[in-house]
């Protein structure tokens, strides 16, 4: 391993520049990053605090800061002491300003104002908690992504993350011998995506799980037998209802929210043009 200073610097929350930089290491198999995160930096005294930081661990630097001084104090200080410095959105903006002929606001934290787009995001976490694990099925109408999937599938992280993105998601698990709700076929504005797994991956993830929480592993819960029954059950009632089915073996709950997201944009076009021939 190869470890290393990162200082996370930000006139805001630091969740950009976090964000950034998760995915930038990611790339890399052999290095290991001690983080020095820094949010809410306004002021030249904030800011030389930060800099004494960086003096006392030298190592990369990435930053989200709109004030142009603050910026050009920490490129000097990097430049003096041969340190990288990276500025996250400093290139976007100002492509996008150039393109568009727009002024840059240069206001820090602009993106965390509360705006409708703000609150929905609140409505939709809200509504995700409450219709968690099939709880609410009477109200699944009002959901704008509903998750069908067998035990251990990752739909509670999942649908987390969607109501991070502003969606309202539902999950409901699908449990051998189990009724489903009955609006489930019916559902309108939802799409209803069925989500499944490698068998054996399955059976390993739930013997993990047993043994988590000291329970035997001598059940049918992790029998190959109604394993595979269950996963076929799944595929058999999605393809009846025509619900796509993502398998989420290889899967980060990043990648197969990314791919329940697409399915979502192509089923309300679908509804919208329906609307429209009407």
């Not at 950009?16 to 930038?24: F, G, K, L, P, Y």
């Not at 910026?71 to 300003?97: M, N, W, Y």
């Not at 704008?144 to 539902?170: E, H, M, Q, W």
């Amino acid at each position: 391993m190869i470890p290393f200073h990162l200082h996370l610097v930000s006139d805001s929350t630091a969740e950009t520049v976090s964000s950034v930089a998760r995915a930038t290491l990611a790339q890399f198999e052999d290095v290991e990053a001690q983080e020095h995160v820094w949010p809410l930096i306004r002021t030249a005294r904030q800011l030389e605090k930060v800099l004494e930081g960086v003096a006392a661990h030298p190592g990369v630097v990435m930053y989200t800061l709109v004030s142009r001084d603050l910026r050009d104090q920490v490129k000097e200080f990097c430049h003096s002491r041969g340190l990288p410095s990276i500025p996250i959105l400093a290139r976007p903006v100002t492509e996008i300003a150039a393109y568009l002929g727009a002024k840059i606001s240069s206001v820090p934290g602009r993106q965390y104002v509360l705006s409708e787009e703000y609150f929905s995001r609140v409505e939709a976490i809200n509504f995700t908690l409450s219709h968690d694990d099939g709880q609410g099925a009477w109200e699944l109408e009002d959901a704008d992504i509903v998750i069908l999937g067998v035990s251990r599938t990752s739909k509670s992280p999942t649908c987390v993350y969607l109501a991070n993105r502003g969606f309202k998601a539902a999950n409901i698990p699908f449990v051998h011998g189990c009724p489903l709700p009955d609006n489930l076929p019916n559902l309108r504005r939802p799409v209803v995506v069925g989500l499944t797994i490698d068998p054996d991956r399955l059976i390993q993830i739930r013997t993990s799980r047993l043994q988590s929480i000291n329970q035997a592993a001598d059940t049918n819960y992790v029998e190959r037998d109604q394993v595979l029954e269950e996963l076929a059950e799944l595929r058999k009632l999605a393809t009846k209802n025509h619900w796509p089915v993502i398998d989420v073996t290889r899967r980060s709950v990043e990648e197969t929210a990314a791919t329940i997201i697409q399915y979502q944009q192509k089923h309300l076009e679908k509804r919208l043009t329906h609307k429209e021939m009407l």
